[in-house]
């Protein structure tokens, strides 16, 4: 049997041990696919980010940060799988998929989960993180970023963030 993608709204409704353990670990497992595709990256020379688009419990795509790569400033890797992912399933409405990231989405990245429809993100090491090691980025976290948007998302900050903030320090000995 293959594990479903328990959404945090369900798990706080059904307050079940159960369904929480089964969607912590299944975060685990797909946060691990986004570490593993940042790592790609950071192997080519690209920045440490990495993602994974998820829709009824299967991984859709994953993608890492290319915008070295492609000269392209919007190749992020939030913005690169949501790309792909609408590809292959053919609609650019991702509803009923969840966007795991390895560090909390700029507001470029937000906005493009906004308008693909992703309600749910799922993502590893914050902003100031990110700051912290050398890392440009706009000062919003997912707090305002939820009143921004006037709280259509449900965000879980955090999942494997030591994981995570350990690939900011892989990519500065590169």
Not at 37 to 54: H, Q, S
Request: hydrophobic share 45%; proline share 3%; glycine share 6%.
């Amino acid at each position: 049997m293959k594990p479903k993608v328990i959404s945090n709204v369900s798990c706080v409704k059904s307050k079940s041990f159960i369904h929480l353990f089964a969607y912590v670990s299944v975060s685990f497992l797909i946060m691990r696919k986004a570490v593993a595709e940042a790592k790609r990256g950071i192997k080519k020379g690209l920045a440490p980010f990495g993602a994974a688009i998820v829709k009824n419990g299967e991984v859709v795509t994953t993608a890492h940060n290319m915008v070295r790569s492609t000269n392209d400033p919007t190749a992020h890797a939030e913005i690169v799988a949501i790309r792909r992912a609408c590809k292959k399933l053919k609609t650019f409405e991702l509803e009923h998929c969840s966007i795991y990231s390895t560090c909390e989405p700029c507001l470029m990245c937000l906005s493009a989960c906004f308008w693909a429809n992703i309600r749910e993100i799922v993502f590893g090491a914050s902003v100031e993180d990110a700051k912290n090691h050398g890392i440009r980025q706009i000062d919003v976290d997912y707090k305002k970023a939820k009143e921004l948007f006037g709280g259509f998302f449900v965000i879980t900050p955090g999942v494997l963030k030591d994981e995570c903030v350990a690939l900011f320090e892989e990519w500065k000995k590169r």
